[in-house]
């Protein structure tokens, strides 16, 4: 897993695509966070598998924990900010496979 040159400055946020969109409409793979949060605008759908550790969710005023073995929905327009007080390992999975085209 690599840094994710989008994080601000000072998180450790890490990805690595494993399906990208040169293989099928579906994109997925490995986002980690290390005490690290990340604020972001979805212009696209995401399905999250949680692998290890807490994974935060903050959306519209709510805020959802996940631990492993629990899935998350986000639908396309969601504006998050993705976080974890420790660390945690998420695979997941997005539609379309372009994803970051359609990142602001």
């Known amino acids: 897993i690599q840094p994710f040159l989008e994080a601000p400055p000072g998180q450790k946020v890490g990805l ?3 399906i990208d969109s040169r293989v099928g409409n ?3 793979g490995f986002m980690t966070f290390d005490h690290s949060q990340l ?3 979805l212009n696209y759908d995401e399905v ?3 692998i290890e550790g807490e994974f935060v969710l903050e ?3 709510q805020t959802f924990r996940a631990k492993p073995g629990d899935v998350v929905y986000i639908p396309k327009g969601s504006r998050v900010v ?3 007080p420790a660390f945690c390992k998420v695979f997941y999975c997005t ?3 372009n994803w970051a085209d359609f990142c602001d």
């Open 16 to 18: 690595v695509d494993v």
């Open 26 to 28: 579906l994109a997925s």
């Open 39 to 41: 604020p972001w605008f």
């Open 82 to 84: 993705f976080s974890s």
């Open 48 to 50: 999250d598998y949680v």
């Open 59 to 61: 959306t519209e005023g």
């Open 95 to 97: 539609y379309p496979a």
